[in-house]
């Protein structure tokens, strides 16, 4: 059984009982991180998200020469400015960014793209080269150099399933699938146990101090979330993102919180189908910046979507299909407030596909320096930090 497998039985609430022999539990003193207040919130788009028809390049002729199927009609987009504009169903997107709190990153990828979901999704949670493979990610390396000893909520993702982002050589991250019903798995906070010298052991006795520490420390923190005055629409994404600012507003401390919105896949059906994604994710977003907005909490919160690639510039007549290069957003953490790289260029393309012009890993070098003080070098980013964002 490798450590993957380890993390899915013993560092994840379910909302059952997890039921673990006394012998595997270890536990120490949780070590707070200490980088003032800041943290980051990582919003996943899992499927590719169309970023053309996100951030569309409405004056653009080639735009609905190569797609006269699913191109967006000037008449419905929004906040056009320098011949690009956001799609109908992100009014709240621009409104943030006409606020000066949002960043819109254009033409994000990386050298040699890679059209399968997987391994794409691989090489953006790992920080890794195209043709490298990394057993840990890169928010995973971070915490392992960040706390000074195992910490249960070093990190937080509260998904219905891990993400290999915040996978470490230590347990200092904890996936919530249901704060509802999240509580204490076993009572042995006086037991002193030694680690036993085996290290396989030794690692699940500290998964299993993930869970039950890292259990009574959100519990604390979401007592004292004060009361929300902000209503949340129903949808998985605004329920995981109302969560967090509960945990955020109770001082959790956690440097790292991760979640994730599926169903961008759109190969057919495109206009209807990412009209009602977008929503969700406007909205949702939107309702969790008012609430830390309202606590005077979004200069310290940085939001950074994106996905794992875009989709290919002309329309395959009724979607697209994989591509590669698309736009990032950042909100929040007093970023500039400003859109960032040119244009789409839709006539110099890579096999039909949009060129990247910034790389992924430039903007982690960024979020790890000006956000969480911290050397990106450390865990092998050699990318230059991107300017002009924060």
């Not at 794409?120 to 995973?140: H, P, V």
């Not at 509260?158 to 509580?183: F, S, W």
């Not at 967090?244 to 961008?264: C, D, E, P, R």
Request: hydrophobic share 35%; aromatic share 10%; with cysteine.
């Amino acid at each position: 059984m490798n450590r993957r497998q380890f993390l899915t039985l013993t560092g994840t609430f379910t909302g059952g009982t997890l039921l673990l022999p006394d012998f595997l539990f270890a536990f120490g003193k949780q070590q707070s991180l200490a980088i003032g207040e800041q943290c980051v919130v990582f919003i996943q788009l899992n499927g590719g998200n169309d970023g053309l028809n996100t951030f569309a390049p409405v004056d653009n002729p080639w735009y609905y020469e190569l797609r006269p199927k699913i191109a967006l009609q000037q008449s419905d987009v929004i906040s056009r400015f320098n011949g690009m504009a956001f799609h109908p169903a992100l009014s709240s997107f621009a409104e943030m960014q006409q606020n000066g709190d949002l960043s819109v990153i254009q033409n994000v990828g990386y050298p040699e793209p890679v059209r399968s979901h997987f391994r794409s999704q691989e090489i953006w949670q790992t920080s890794s080269g195209a043709n490298q493979y990394l057993s840990d990610g890169w928010l995973g390396r971070y915490l392992d150099l960040q706390c000074k000893e195992h910490n249960p909520t070093g990190g937080i993702n509260v998904d219905v399933n891990d993400t290999l982002a915040l996978k470490g050589q230590e347990p200092n991250h904890m996936t919530l699938k249901n704060l509802n019903k999240a509580r204490k798995i076993n009572q042995h906070d006086n037991e002193d146990v030694q680690l036993s010298g085996n290290p396989q052991l030794d690692f699940v006795r500290k998964l299993a101090e993930t869970v039950n520490e890292g259990s009574d420390v959100i519990q604390k923190a979401l007592a004292k979330s004060p009361p929300k005055n902000i209503n949340y629409p129903k949808s998985g994404l605004a329920n995981n993102l109302e969560w967090i600012a509960k945990l955020i507003k109770g001082s959790l401390n956690s440097k790292v919180y991760y979640t994730s919105q599926g169903g961008f896949d759109t190969h057919q059906n495109q206009l209807a189908i990412h009209k009602t994604k977008l929503g969700e994710l406007n909205d949702a977003v939107y309702s969790f910046y008012c609430d830390l907005k309202t606590a005077n909490l979004l200069q310290n919160v940085t939001v950074v979507i994106f996905s794992e690639f875009g989709r290919r510039v002309k329309d395959n007549g009724s979607g697209t299909d994989h591509g590669t290069a698309a736009p990032m957003f950042i909100i929040g953490g007093n970023n500039t407030g400003k859109i960032i790289g040119n244009n789409p260029n839709l006539t110099d393309l890579d096999n039909g596909d949009l060129k990247h012009q910034i790389d992924f890993r430039s903007v982690y070098a960024s979020l790890l320096k000006n956000k969480l003080d911290f050397d990106y070098q450390r865990i092998g980013i050699e990318n230059n930090m991107l300017q002009g964002l924060f």
